[in-house]
DNA sequence: TGAAGCCACTCAAGCGCATTAGCAGTTGGC
DNA sequence: GCCAACTGCTAATGCGCTTGAGTGGCTTCA
């Protein structure tokens, strides 16, 4: 700044306020200093910005998910990639980070805020317990929680939810529609929020329509598991004729394993995934999977984030419930 | 500072020296310094150490890649997840960044540089035309290239190869012991510089068993092309007896598109994948792959960075050869 | 006993930017 | 014709930390 005030023949000041687009300076001295600050492709040093109370321009991300669960999930990339977008034409940077467990998400928040690292942060997979939020609001850095319910008790934090509910609810529809009356509902993480909200949402539809053998297992999200409750859940009998899988990889695996105990896919059991990638097209049958644009729940999240940054309240944004795109895993119940 | 300062009775720079371990305290000053920093929850504020001269504390990763190729791929979170591991023992923050081609990719090293916010970066996807070495050893900032190849070219580069040659021989090795003279390998972008080595090596090893019936093809990795590809080459006669597919994504397609044209696997056609992951051992049969520890790889090559930037001078340093995990979906060589 | 040297510490400057107070010069109002 | 208000700019301060240049008291040795 000091070399483009002595080009362009003013102080630093000056400089400063043409380059914020603060007045203080005429409009004809604010475009020669533009000129200068272009010609020597100036940029404002991070690190003296944050200094000088501007904020670190920077939000943080953290993935607490065990490193070898990692790697199958196409949900994240897709995810993070949708929040660079949004972040991209701020020219904010994500600080990326992955932790063991929650506790070490906490101190990875508290290490941020001391910091002065990140000005908020992208909170993913929301718990039933989740300690979290509070930290968040404690620390008072704004954040977002992706995939948390529609419910905003903490003030700082907004949230953007999927309706997991509606969801859930017209998969059930669809199957019932196709005879299916004996369903198991293979869901991942305990834990999670949005685990015990499919859960729960099962039970309820499964009880207004007086569907007596429904139930839900949960799992870790792995192919192995995928594979292992599906062999144990069509060794009961009678077996049930349709199973819902909350991830891709679990329902890949599953089908594997149906095959392998000789049921055929979908004339003796049906199978929805509850995530739709390019893995869903690649086996024989295709599966039927929910449909959601990850990259946009990304975005969305990103977009409430800035909101909050600049000084909005919270709030909490739903993204559209996801459809579910009917291909060869789906078909009318055997009839028994 | 100032706060711990006063509470241990010390002027601020006696502060400094004693939290940073540097000489001119005593080593009860400084214990009773740390004492007081610990009560009080004190860490540097990144910025003002930033900008006193001690670097940003942060190195850069860019991925450019389409948005829409992103998802499936399981090596880059595995490898980040190994960077991470690595880069938090030192407290090192990794900024992460999806850019849209390199040109893009270029633009955010510029920015960054400009910016002060990295202290170095990570480059991955290596191309044979580069432009990103130059500009990195342009703009004097300090680089691990992961993937290249083991030359060093730049002063201030580093590099971690994989050792594609060695794998590629090993693959051939074994696909001739088993009695194939018709492979074709079904390649990832051609503008790769990994993807360059592995053709010419493949080339090589062909001419010098005098197989003619060998070649390779490239494609962009997507699942679509893997199978668009598989199906091509076995209409072709005679048909290839082994496919060797750069990922695994295109190597699952080829499977069902094989099955689809009522090849068996591997009775009619051998499938080799030159990536191991979840979905290798998902399918039927469980596909014969080259397993490399992709986290490792990442824990490599984060060190070597930290190495440049603790001022090492640039080297190149190699990661074990792959090693192929045979499975279901290799086999004897059909007689014709 | 004095000079030299060293230890443990303090002082002050500075990193690059934002911001507040202040200061000439001009304009407008009565 | 004088004061007030405004415009367009400069000077100075501070953000939290590091660091080189001191400084005072102590030890050591001639």
Redo the contacts with the bound molecule.
């Keep these: 700044?000091?070399d483009i005030?002595r080009r362009a023949?003013?102080?630093?000041?000056?400089v400063?306020?043409a380059?914020?687009g603060?007045p203080?300076?005429?409009e004809?001295?604010?475009a020669r200093v533009r000129r200068v600050a272009e010609q020597l492709g100036?940029?404002?040093?991070t690190?003296?910005?944050a200094?000088?109370?501007?904020g670190a321009a920077t939000v943080g991300f953290v993935l607490a998910r065990a490193a070898d669960t990692l790697g199958v999930d196409s949900f994240f990339l897709q995810l993070v990639s949708g929040i660079q977008e949004v972040l991209a034409e701020r020219h904010l940077g994500l600080l990326f980070q992955v932790a063991e467990d929650v506790a070490d998400e906490c101190a990875v928040y508290r290490r941020w805020w001391a910091e002065h690292r990140v000005d908020g942060v992208l909170v993913v997979d929301p718990r039933a317990e989740d300690p979290r939020p509070d930290l968040l609001d404690e620390l008072g850095l704004p954040a977002v929680v992706i995939g948390g319910a529609p419910d905003v008790r903490h003030q700082g934090l907004s949230t953007v939810w999927a309706d997991d509910a509606g969801a859930m609810a017209s998969v059930v529809d669809e199957l019932t529609r196709l005879g299916h009356r004996r369903i198991v509902h293979i869901a991942g993480l305990p834990g999670l929020a949005h685990t015990q909200r499919r859960i729960a949402t099962l039970r309820a539809e499964a009880e207004r329509r007086g569907l007596t053998e429904v139930r839900s297992v949960t799992t870790d999200y792995s192919d192995a598991e995928g594979a292992a409750v599906t062999r144990r859940v069509l060794g009961g009998s009678p077996p049930p004729t349709a199973l819902i899988y909350d991830n891709d990889v679990m329902t890949v695996a599953g089908l594997a394993a149906a095959a392998e105990l000789g049921f055929r896919v979908p004339q003796d059991v049906s199978l929805v995934s509850w995530e739709d990638s390019a893995l869903c097209r690649m086996v024989t049958p295709r599966l039927s999977a929910l449909s959601r644009d990850s990259a946009e729940f990304g975005r969305t999240a990103a977009r409430e984030l800035l909101a909050l940054l600049d000084g909005d309240a919270a709030r909490a944004v739903g993204v559209p419930v996801p459809r579910l795109t009917g291909r060869g895993s789906t078909g009318a119940a055997r009839r028994t």
Tied chains: 1, 2.
């Design positions: 700044m000091k005030a023949g003013v102080s630093e000041s000056a400063s306020f380059l914020n603060r203080g300076v005429s004809t001295t604010r100036w940029r404002p040093s690190a003296a910005r200094l000088s109370g501007e």
